[in-house]
């Protein structure tokens, strides 16, 4: 049995309890509310920081399947930068032996010393010793006593004649001869008056004479092929030296 006192204690305590236990439960919906709509909050940023990636990756994507994202290619010529040996020229952009011609231009492109050929003779310039003539092509040194040690200086003696002989064959297309005499008086040396030095050229087709040494472009022709001769003779009364030079033009 309660007490009218007692039972009324019990219904304030129940009353509180289930007051309390109301409130709690409030505060605890309103903790979880709060808590589910804080990671939800941050669910969607995490999403949308994903969907902002996917998006700009599928732009980048679609920008290579469809060519517009490309490599840089400053001179516009169709090959990028990065492959271009000519990236600010338009018409070049391979330079396959580094010579710094690029191929288009470059009359020997696996040739590193030659790049061009004015003449088109297939004799590129640095080595055409004729550049401007399609013709010619190179000199062969037949003696020179100006250049190589070999080819002594002539030291011909009053009277004497001193002679050399070489071959001129289909292929050359002309002879040059210089002779620089000169003559020693009292330990002097002077040039050799033309009428103290008689110097001639003798070839198949004729003897050619030319006393001041100079025997510039001797036409080679069928008439003339075979043996050629070089003569100097001393006409004066003192020793003659001779610096003699002959080359043969192909
Ligand atoms: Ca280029
Ligand atoms: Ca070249
Ligand atoms: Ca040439
Ligand atoms: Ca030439």
Same mark, same amino acid.
């Given at each position: 049995m309660f007490s009218v006192q007692g039972d009324y204690l019990y219904s304030l305590t129940v009353k509180n309890k289930c007051q309390c236990s109301a409130q709690n439960r409030d505060f605890k919906d309103m903790f979880l509310r709060k808590e589910l709509l804080h990671y939800y909050k941050a669910e969607a940023k995490v999403m949308r920081k994903i969907a902002i990636i996917l998006i700009v990756l599928m732009f980048i994507g679609i920008g290579f399947l469809s060519g517009c994202v490309t490599e840089a290619d400053t001179d516009g010529d169709g090959y990028s930068d990065k492959v271009d040996a000519f990236p600010n020229d338009p018409t070049e952009w391979k330079d396959s032996d580094s010579d710094g011609h690029g191929d288009n231009s470059d009359a020997f492109?696996?040739?590193?010393?030659? /790049?061009?050929?004015?003449? $088109?003779?297939?004799?590129?310039?640095?080595?055409?010793?004729f550049p401007d003539d399609s013709n010619l092509h190179y000199f062969i040194r037949?003696?020179?006593?100006?250049?190589?040690?070999?080819?002594?200086? /002539?030291?011909?003696?009053? $009277?004497?004649?001193?002679r050399y002989t070489w071959q001129v064959t289909s292929d050359c297309k002309y002879v040059t001869v210089i002779v620089d005499a000169g003559k020693m008086v009292n330990g002097t040396q002077y040039q050799a008056f033309a009428d103290e030095v008689n110097i001639s050229i003798r070839n198949p087709?004729?003897?050619?004479?030319?006393?001041?040494?100079q025997f510039q472009r001797i036409t080679v022709t069928t008439e003339n092929w075979g043996e050629w001769t070089l003569s100097v003779k001393n006409n004066a009364n003192f020793e003659i030296v001779a610096i003699v030079s002959i080359y043969v033009a192909k």
């Open positions: 492109p696996n040739n590193s010393t030659e /790049w061009k050929d004015t003449d $088109g003779d297939g004799y590129g310039d640095n080595s055409d010793k037949i003696f020179d006593s100006n250049i190589v040690e070999s080819d002594p200086k /002539w030291n011909i003696s009053s $009277g004497e004649i001193k087709e004729k003897t050619i004479e030319n006393n001041y040494g």
